[in-house]
């Protein structure tokens, strides 16, 4: 025990230096600019833009679908450990039947029908086509939509979010509140054209979505994201905090000014840093989560150093490009995946909404730009001043998250933090695993928001 303080003593003096050394007791930082920019080709033309919003279908030629079978059927698999399971990542054996299924039983035809009775557009912002999927509701006489931007993340798209569209545009006769989606596309992501330019970062991203709310006619509306989509929707709290009504994220990640400190300490004295049991167990031993998260995150530091070396494969295989996502829908969705000879992506999933997924990648070639906007984030993102959000907030932790960031910390950053719940199940593509579940989670939210709006 003697031992263990001493050491905990050492490290507080040398992480209190380096804190110190890092400037993080330095006042508030102010939030970052507005700004302005152009990602398009070539230099920005003195022309007034043109700022329509075209209807959009999704459409593919038949060569484009002749390849693709050509690709798969060319496939050269490999061979599989004995005993590996997903350990290794996704088994080749398990990707031969997905090539099988693939060939013989998915019907895009049928998921393009779906996702077209959705209504789709594109509108140019800051030189690029930005496309995105526009749910409104059938409303009551006399009854209002509330504008809701939902942003996806990766390796997902909009169409994480045909499951939950319709859940919140319906009308409900537990609450007054109905919602109109707006769903766009991550430039560089499925229909959204990729940036030009180096640069393109979440700041850039907050600024177009938020230019696409106000080219809709929204002044003010509410945010909700996960993954990229949580970032995305902080940066756009940060930059016009007066038009948002509301942020609801389910992926809160902080980094308090003296949160490494904390998780020292925490390590050998969990109750010194959080009261609640299942706070402590959120977060410690930190040693044992970190090496979760090392498992999992491999594919972060290829993708924000050299995206391009990996993209190259990747687009110019199917089953390559299916193996890389399928495996994030894995053990994102369990970690107990890793254990299983099918990832346990069947029991979550079904091989057509995953393959439609990748398909969107696929046929868009959109996979190289996607990865490129780890390499344009991260770096910046671990060394950005610690900012507070403070608009109205909620956050939905789901217990199969990659990591998770209990509500005494998450309310150091979101200083206006109304909800915090802890789910019952779930993991990191919520929209899409558990639409009902998030879709309660933020009515509740936006309900609670508008009647504090409301009282004097």
């Known amino acids: 025990m003697i031992f263990k303080v001493i050491s905990v003593f050492v490290l507080l003096i040398a992480v209190i230096v380096a804190l110190m050394l890092g400037g993080v007791f330095d006042t508030a930082p102010e939030p970052p600019e507005y700004g302005d920019g152009w990602w398009g080709k070539g230099e920005k033309p003195n022309t007034p833009p043109d700022e329509s919003i075209v209807p959009f279908e999704i459409q593919f030629e038949q060569s484009v679908f002749n390849d693709l079978k050509s690709r798969i059927r060319n496939t050269r698999f490999g061979e599989g450990l004995e005993d590996s399971r997903f350990n290794y990542g996704v088994r080749p054996e398990y990707m031969r039947n997905v090539a099988k299924y693939w060939l013989s039983s998915y019907n895009w035809t049928k998921q393009q029908e779906e996702i077209n009775t959705f209504d789709h557009f594109k509108t140019n ?30 390796p997902g798209s909009f169409y994480e979010y045909l499951k939950i569209a319709p859940l919140l545009t319906k009308v409900n006769d537990q609450s007054d509140v109905v919602f109109e989606l707006i769903c766009p596309s991550i430039p560089g992501y499925t229909f959204s ?10 700041l850039a991203v907050a600024r177009i979505f938020d230019k696409l709310m106000k080219r809709l006619g929204f002044r003010q509306y509410y945010i909700q994201g996960g993954d990229w989509g949580a970032y995305i929707i902080t940066k756009i709290a940060l930059i016009t905090p007066s038009s948002i009504l509301g942020l609801h994220s389910n992926m809160a990640t902080t980094r308090l000014p003296l949160q490494p400190l904390f998780l020292m300490i925490g390590s050998y004295f969990p109750s010194l840093i959080f009261s609640s049991k299942e706070d402590q167990d959120k977060v410690f031993p930190a040693g044992e989560k970190m090496a ?8 972060m530091h290829i993708q924000a150093t050299k995206p391009d070396t990996v993209g190259s494969a990747l687009n110019n295989s199917p089953i390559g490009l299916a193996a890389y996502i399928l495996e994030k829908f894995s053990t994102w969705t369990d970690p107990k995946g890793r254990d299983m000879d099918d990832g346990g992506i069947d029991k979550y999933w079904t091989l057509d909404e995953l393959l439609t997924n990748i398909m969107l990648y696929w046929m868009t070639g959109s996979i190289t730009p996607s990865m490129r906007f780890y390499k344009e984030n991260i770096a910046n993102a671990l060394q950005e001043p610690f900012y507070k959000i403070n608009v109205p907030s909620a956050v939905a932790d789901f217990p199969m998250e990659l990591s998770h960031t209990p509500e ?4 150091k950053q979101y200083v206006d933090l109304m909800k915090y719940t802890t789910m019952p199940r779930g993991g990191h593509f919520a929209a899409f695993e558990e639409p009902q579940l998030l879709a309660d989670d933020i009515r509740k939210f936006v309900t609670a928001v508008e009647l504090r709006r409301k009282t004097p």
């Open 292 to 299: 979760h998260i090392m498992l999992e995150t491999g594919y």
């Open 408 to 411: 005494p910390w998450v309310r």
């Open 193 to 202: 054209e990729a940036s030009h330019k180096k640069g393109l970062d979440a």
């Open 125 to 154: 912002i800051e030189g690029l086509d930005i496309h995105f999927m526009h749910v409104k509701p059938t409303l009551k006489a006399g009854q209002k939509a509330v504008p809701l931007l939902m942003i996806h993340g990766w």
